[in-house]
T-cell receptor, first 109, second 115 residues
Framework: GENVEQHPSTLSVQEGDSAVIKCTYS??????FPWYKQELGKGPQLIID?????GEKKDQRIAVTLNKTAKHFSLHITETQPEDSAVYFC????????FGKGTRLHILP | DTGVSQNPRHKITKRGQNVTFRCDPI?????LYWYRQTLGQGPEFLTY????????KSRLLSDRFSAERPKGSFSTLEIQRTEQGDSAMYLC?????????????FGSGTQLSVL
């Protein structure tokens, strides 16, 4: 089955700087790659997703890139703000969504 | 509130007892998923329903776990003879369509503690 690896597990960046989270997946048949944000005491919430026929997607300060050949995908957050502090999960899916272990992002004042 | 609702939010039980959780998905969402999340880990897939049909169960779901979705609306997840290793957050999610690769809307979860 699908296996998703995510790193780093923890990331601290100065407010206003950029943050990058990287993931790899194992099943070349996966064709959907969502990213979820989880705040304390809440369920994960989708922030952006990308499909295998697209290499890059951007939504305001958030962008995702996908390299299907290398089976890598990444999340980029620019101009980070305090409210970006949370746990971020990458995921990959062919028939069900499999999550990575998460990255705890700290935005430092 | 039209989001995914899970009850109870917290459940403390003694080892060996049975527990049941309920999930009310967003109205008219066809798919309903159960995930389990332990501290510092991502959600782990347990099972999912397409309307009332249970289409897949993870190997993580032992015989002590059973899930139902009668009439394709709310769902229940029952754990029999609970063990300390069952302690986790149990998350429910729903999606509107019939395809696999759609946005999941998660509830806030049921935190289970087995003493």
């Amino acid at each position: 089955g699908e296996n998703v690896e995510q790193h780093p597990s923890t990331l601290s960046v100065q407010e206003g700087d950029s943050a990058v989270i990287k993931c790899t997946y194992s099943d070349s048949a996966s064709n959907y790659f969502p990213w979820y944000k989880q705040e304390l005491g809440k369920g994960p919430q989708l922030i952006i997703d990308i499909r295998s026929n697209v290499g890059e997607k951007k939504d305001q300060r958030i962008a995702v890139t996908l390299n299907k050949t290398a089976k890598h995908f990444s999340l980029h957050i620019t101009e980070t703000q305090p409210e970006d502090s949370a746990v971020y999960f990458c995921a990959a899916s062919m028939d069900k969504i499999i999550f990575g272990k998460g990255t705890r992002l700290h935005i430092l004042p | 509130d039209t989001g995914v609702s899970q009850n109870p939010r917290h459940k403390i039980t003694k080892r060996g007892q049975n527990v049941t959780f309920r999930c009310d998905p967003i109205s008219e969402h066809n798919r309903l998923y159960w995930y389990r999340q332990t501290l510092g880990q991502g959600p782990e897939f347990l099972t999912y329903f397409q309307n009332e049909a249970q289409l897949e169960k993870s190997r993580l779901l032992s015989d002590r776990f059973s899930a139902e979705r009668p009439k394709g609306s709310f769902s229940t997840l029952e754990i029999q003879r609970t063990e300390q290793g069952d302690s986790a957050m149990y998350l429910c999610a729903s999606s509107p369509g019939t395809g696999a690769n759609e946005k999941l809307f998660f509830g806030s979860g049921t935190q289970l503690s087995v003493l």
